[in-house]
């Protein structure tokens, strides 16, 4: 539908390709001209249809395909790996159930085997999934096991990824006072 509809009307305003100058930033772009639609668009081709599109300031909105994407796929125009791939990964741990982390690593794992995920961006979701585990519902944490070990045997030949931590440390508040 997206594809039929929406695009070709985008593509036909010549006097503002993408109707970009009617919205103030990236998010109010994004809900205004697909709104729930946005989820069936790669980022790849919003940022064909607005080269200003920032996705780092519509993450609510993107689907876990697009933060994947987002991640791993190099994109014109948006900041350093490591600037999206610790931005993405602040935004999920805010709430990793609600924001949708179990579906970014299911998403991460069914990526096309001819996608290969640069060793030093490997390395940083490696290192923010194995930071937030003591964070994480154990359920979680068997999902981030299984995600880093299956990407584990697709990283690239000579890449040298961490090792998950042997033993989880729990966070306690030991300012709570007793009554």
């Excluded at 594809?3 to 994004?30: H, K, Q, Y």
């Excluded at 064909?48 to 300031?57: G, K, T, Y």
């Excluded at 999920?92 to 690593?105: A, E, F, I, K, T």
Aim: proline share 8%.
């Amino acid at each position: 539908m997206v594809e039929f509809f929406i695009l070709p009307f985008l593509s036909r305003n010549a006097t503002d390709a993408g109707c970009v100058s009617s919205a103030n930033n990236s998010t109010e772009w994004l809900l205004k001209n697909f709104g729930s639609f946005a989820h069936f668009l790669s980022l790849k081709e919003l940022l064909s249809i607005n080269a200003q599109f920032d996705p780092l300031e519509s993450l609510v909105y993107l689907s876990p395909v697009q933060m994947v994407e987002l991640m791993v796929v190099d994109l014109p125009g948006l900041p350093q790996k490591e600037v999206i791939i610790n931005r993405v990964f602040d935004h999920l741990l805010v709430s990793p159930v609600d924001r949708g982390l179990p579906d970014v690593l299911q998403n991460l794992l069914l990526l096309p085997q001819t996608t290969v995920i640069q060793c030093s961006s490997l390395t940083l979701i490696f290192v923010r999934l194995f930071q937030a585990l003591p964070f994480l519902p154990s359920d979680m944490q068997t999902l981030v096991f299984h995600t880093t070990g299956e990407l584990k045997q697709k990283a690239v030949p000579g890449c040298s990824l961490p090792e998950p931590p042997t033993c989880l440390i729990t966070p306690v508040n030991a300012n709570i006072h007793k009554h």
